[in-house]
Every structure is written in C-alpha cells, then in structure tokens.
Antibody
Framework: QVQLQESGPGLVKPSETLSLTCSVS????????WSWIRQPAGKGLEWIGR???????DYNPSLKSRATVSVDTSRNQFSLKLNSVTAADTAVYYC?????????????WGQGTLVTVSS | DIQMTQSPSSVSASVGDRVTITCRAS??????LAWYQQKPGKAPKFLIY???SLQSGVPSRFSGSGSGTEFTLTISSLQPEDFATYYC?????????FGQGTKLEIK
C-alpha cells in the first residue's frame, strides 16, 4: 500500500519561498511520476506540477514559473518549492502519485498540509 | 485552460437513492476524465478514470460515463459513507483542471 506524507513549515512570510517535502512509502519513487495539488480553504483543487521518472517536469502556467518540483531518490521523497509567495498561495497542499497505467490521474494522495502565507 | 463545470453544485438525497452528477468540459476532452470523492478535512479519493474505469477497491455502485464534453458520475444506491463532495478532473491537456465540486448532502 503506497502512502504519502507531506511535511514542511505551516507558515511562510510573503515574498519568501514555500518548501514542502513528500515522503513516499510502500513503493519506489523511481518507478512513477508524482504531482503536487493545492486547495484553498473552501475552494476547489488546483494542479501545481508533476515530476516524471525521466526527469521531465510540467507546471501549471498560472503559477508563472514560481514552482519547482524535484525528486530525491535516495530518500524516496519529492519536493515542491514555490517562490515569491503571496496570501493567494495560502492553501492545503497535497502530494499525489500519478496513476502508473495512465499518469494523468492521481491515485494515491497524502493527507495534506496547510500552508499559510502571512507576515 | 479547459474549464470544467459541474452540476448541480449541491444535491440532497437519501440513503438508497440513485444520484447523478454531471461534469461539462469547455472543449472536447475525449475520455480523459476522472472523478474524486472528498470528505471534510480529508484528501480526495480516486474513484473513476478514463471516464468509466472504476479504480480498484471502489464499490460497484459508482459508475461513470460520457465522452467529449459531457460526463456523468452515478451512484446507484446511496450509502451513508457516500455523502461527500465530488470533483471531476480533465487530463486531456495542460494544465489539468478540476470542476468546482458537487456537495452531496443527506436529505
């Protein structure tokens, strides 16, 4: 059973960089692609970006190149960095595995971590 | 971006009822659609992909259909644990986008 767990600061100051890590257990991070998704309080879901095992990454253009997703295979973890944050980046952030047979969908999710952007 | 519009935004139903939720895409997405269930304070749960393929472990009372721009999620006989918010997601083109959600409430 694949399990994902997000970790990182719950409070980030405006203009600084949000950094989150997703630890994966029950499966190798090298054999799948992985995504970050966020959800502002009371609102819908927004896909942030994805890391493929090939090293390729894709991002939501709405983030205007502020996001970076990377993988640490030695720790079986992947990370999200979002720079120049504003209050609009306040949300619950989820890490997720892309469905192996069709890596456009998200089959396993972490429990989510709330990140608040405030001074 | 492809806009996904769900209807209704909320629906009240009783245990045992049959419920259908609709998701419309702003342009054709073939069958590149998934459905998720989310309960308060929890992560979304993956239900259906490729419009009609049931994820392993998901009860057979859930079914999906459609292609192109119109899709439906049907729950054939509501159970108490089905009361939640449901989201559709398109995977036809970047960026992947979700519907605004349909809240299924107990009548």
């Amino acid at each position: 059973q694949v399990q994902l767990q997000e970790s990182g600061p719950g409070l980030v100051k405006p203009s600084e960089t949000l950094s989150l890590t997703c630890s994966v257990s029950g499966g190798s991070i090298s054999s799948n692609s992985w995504s970050w998704i966020r959800q502002p309080a009371g609102k819908g879901l927004e896909w942030i970006g994805r890391f493929y095992t090939s090293g390729r990454t894709d991002y939501n253009p709405s983030l205007k190149s502020r996001a970076t997703v990377s993988v640490d295979t030695s720790r079986n973890q992947f990370s999200l960095k979002l720079n120049s944050v504003t209050a609009a980046d306040t949300a619950v952030y989820y890490c997720a595995r892309n469905l192996p047979s069709s890596p456009y969908f998200f089959d396993y999710w972490g429990q989510g971590t709330l990140v608040t952007v405030s001074s | 971006d492809i806009q996904m519009t769900q209807s209704p935004s909320s629906v009240s139903a009783s245990v045992g009822d049959r419920v259908t939720i609709t998701c419309r895409a702003s342009q054709g997405i073939s069958s590149w659609l998934a459905w998720y269930q989310q309960k308060p304070g929890k992560a979304p749960k993956f239900l259906i992909y490729a419009a009609s393929s049931l994820q392993s472990g998901v009860p057979s009372r859930f079914s999906g259909s459609g292609s192109g721009t119109e899709f439906t999620l049907t729950i054939s006989s509501l159970q108490p644990e089905d009361f939640a918010t449901y989201y559709c997601q398109q995977a036809n083109s970047f960026p992947y986008t979700f519907g605004q959600g349909t809240k299924l409430e107990i009548k």
